[in-house]
């Protein structure tokens, strides 16, 4: 079963406009991560957010924000006054509990284009 | 601080031969994983180290291998390579392995197998 699911797999957006990338996760596992991910054409992936399952509040880091809605179990990445330097893989990730190590289970990816 | 650096960038290899990919983590992270990424595949866990042991491993074959020293750096080891294996092999590094620790990533190293 699909644990992480990104739904779009492109997106366009208009330069200085707000965008929000879709995820829905699934786990029985009461202690886990959720990580986004922006990975530019050189494929380096870059670390962008964290939401830990036990967070009280969103997330957010400068122009990200992590929409966490538990119960749906939903953790939406939001960016703000998009940049043409946005253009980019994004994926949302996560780990579960302390005993599965390292592990990171990544979605398919939402490429995102932004129009100037 | 620098980042978490992969050697080599690029790799051309032939069917059947065996090839090492190298990790450096950033200072002080002693967690280190290797994902495997293809345009059919995806992203998929290779293996964790953390503290020169395995601690997870994923579906992969045997002939995917690595390893984990005491300075933290790691290796994995590809043998009898296939033209499956042509991805990018990306390697990450962790303070520790817990689920709320971010994984930061290094640049990769592309392999193609011919």
């Known amino acids: 079963a699909q644990k992480i699911t990104q739904t779009q797999p492109g997106m366009f957006v208009q330069e200085k406009e707000a965008v929000t990338l879709d995820c829905t996760y699934d786990?029985?596992?009461?202690?886990?991560?959720l990580f986004w991910y922006k990975q530019p054409s050189s494929g380096e992936m870059i670390f962008l957010i964290y939401?830990?399952?036990?967070?009280?509040q969103n997330a957010t880091e400068g122009r990200y924000s992590l929409n966490f809605q538990k119960a749906r179990k939903s953790a939406n990445l939001v960016i703000s006054a998009s940049q043409l330097g946005d253009s980019a893989m994004y994926f949302c990730?996560?780990?579960?509990?302390?005993?599965?190590?390292?592990?990171?289970?990544f979605g398919q990816g939402t490429e995102l284009s932004v129009k100037p | 601080k620098a980042g978490v650096t992969q050697t080599p960038r690029y790799l051309i290899k032939t069917r059947g031969q065996q090839v090492t990919l190298s990790c450096s983590p950033i200072?002080?992270?002693?967690?280190v994983s290797w994902y495997q990424q293809t345009p059919g595949q995806g992203l998929q866990f290779l293996f964790e180290?953390?503290?020169?042991?395995?601690?997870n491993k994923g579906n992969f074959p045997g002939r995917f291998s690595g390893r984990q020293f005491s300075n933290s750096r790691s290796e994995m080891n590809v043998s009898t390579l296939e033209l499956g294996d042509s991805a990018l092999y990306l390697c990450?590094?962790?303070?520790?392995?817990?689920?709320?620790?971010?994984?930061?990533f290094g640049p990769g190293t592309r392999l193609t197998v011919t």
């Open positions: 990450a590094s962790s303070l520790s392995p817990a689920f709320s620790y971010e994984q930061y």
């Open positions: 786990t029985s596992d009461p202690s886990y991560g």
């Open positions: 939401q830990g399952s036990y967070d009280q």
């Open positions: 990730a996560m780990r579960e509990g302390a005993n599965q190590g390292g592990k990171l289970i």
């Open positions: 200072s002080g992270h002693r967690s």
């Open positions: 180290y953390f503290s020169e042991t395995q601690r």
